[in-house]
T-cell receptor, first 113, second 114 residues
Framework: KAGVTQTPRYLIKTRGQQVTLSCSPI?????VSWYQQTPGQGLQFLFE???????NKGNFPGRFSGRQFSNSRSEMNVSTLELGDSALYLC????????????FGEGSRLTVL | GENVEQHPSTLSVQEGDSAVIKCTYS??????FPWYKQELGKGPQLIID?????GEKKDQRIAVTLNKTAKHFSLHITETQPEDSAVYFC?????????????FGTGTRLKVLA
């Protein structure tokens, strides 16, 4: 069974640009959540999607957005990039709604110059 | 607000010794506490979890304890091995209006010295 796939794995952008990251969950998983990982801050929750609907959102500015498609694939977008957006962005899929294991991808490492 | 504090941020132990990582959560409604291990260049992976109706859970060399009154939970690794070197994250699950989200700690970098 294929795991969670995130693309691209690495990318470099400049301030003011925008970026779109993609996540393909494990087959059959309908819940996809996104996290930002930075040194010293751990994993910070961005948002969660289930059946194309955003169910939960973390405390991030409106520059961070996401969506989920009918095949459960998800994308997140960050507009007007700032230096502080440099981070590892992790996607996780979940097969069981509620207290189920999160299956993480390897992440997309974004560097903003 | 919702918060999970994790200590220490770094931990070095000699191979064969034990390692303990501690977490404190703020929301008393949290009822599920997983631990994730992240190896270099990889995403976090669940290693053990505990629910609020249980005080302790073991799986071979790892164990987790939960004190709901004090809102503390801890990860214990015995007989550490070099392959245990990684970053460990604790988390607490919150349930709001029928949906769930996880609040993660800031991570502990464990180094097992051979």
């Amino acid at each position: 069974k294929a795991g969670v796939t995130q693309t691209p794995r690495y990318l470099i952008k400049t301030r003011g640009q925008q970026v779109t990251l993609s996540c393909s969950p494990i087959s059959g998983h309908r819940s996809v959540s996104w996290y930002q990982q930075t040194p010293g801050q751990g994993l910070q929750f961005l948002f969660e999607y289930f059946s194309e609907t955003q169910r939960n959102k973390g405390n991030f500015p409106g520059r961070f957005s996401g969506r989920q498609f009918s095949n459960s694939r998800s994308e997140m977008n960050v507009s007007t990039l700032e230096l502080g957006d440099s981070a590892l962005y992790l996607c996780a899929s979940q097969g069981t709604v509620g207290t189920g294991e999160l299956f993480f991808g390897e992440g997309s490492r974004l560097t903003v110059l | 607000g919702e918060n999970v504090e994790q200590h220490p941020s770094t931990l070095s132990v000699q191979e064969g010794d034990s390692a303990v990582i501690k977490c404190t959560y703020s929301d008393s409604a949290s009822n599920y506490f997983p631990w994730y291990k992240q190896e270099l260049g990889k995403g976090p992976q669940l290693i053990i979890d505990i629910r609020s109706n249980v005080g302790e859970k073991k799986d071979q060399r790892i164990a987790v304890t939960l004190n709901k009154t004090a809102k503390h939970f801890s990860l214990h690794i015995t007989e550490t091995q070099p392959e245990d070197s990684a970053v460990y994250f604790c988390a607490a699950q919150l349930s709001t209006s029928g949906t769930y989200k996880y609040i993660f700690g800031t991570g502990t970098r464990l180094k097992v010295l051979a």
